[in-house]
Nanobody
Framework: QVQLVESGGGSGQAGGSLRLSCAAY????????MAWFRQAPGKEREGVAG???????TYADSVKGRFTISQDDAKNTLYLQMNSLKPEDTATYYC??????????????????WGQGTQVTVSS
């Protein structure tokens, strides 16, 4: 069993930065892919960034160049550094873990476990 716990959300101004963390508990040693998703009110949950166990990352076009996904295997923690925040980044952010890549990375059905979500609000 795996538990994912997000933290680091909050409120920020446009142009500012926030860093989200996702701590993984349980049997995570053989994870294959992890990702951050977000869901704004009235919208579908969408992939923001993904990373494989080898450290290769990919991003949604809307955040490319502004957000950075990274992992710390020693701490079993996934991060999302968010810079140059925009009001349209306002959403609940979720981390997700998959034990087998069945692609594409932004497909929600690929993931076995999800965190409870952390709210990010960006004001103009």
């Amino acid at each position: 069993q795996v538990q994912l716990v997000e933290s680091g959300g909050g409120s920020g101004q446009a142009g500012g930065s926030l860093r989200l963390s996702c701590a993984a508990y349980g049997y995570t040693a053989s994870w294959n892919y992890m990702a951050w998703f977000r869901q704004a009110p009235g919208k579908e949950r969408e992939g923001v960034a993904g990373i494989d166990s080898g450290g290769r990352s990919t991003y949604a076009d809307s955040v490319k160049g502004r957000f950075t996904i990274s992992q710390d295997d020693a701490k079993n923690t996934l991060y999302l550094q968010m810079n140059s925040l925009k009001p349209e980044d306002t959403a609940t952010y979720y981390c997700a873990l998959s034990f087998r890549y069945s692609g594409p990375w932004y497909s929600r059905s690929m993931y076995n476990y999800w965190g409870q979500g952390t709210q990010v609000t960006v004001s103009s």
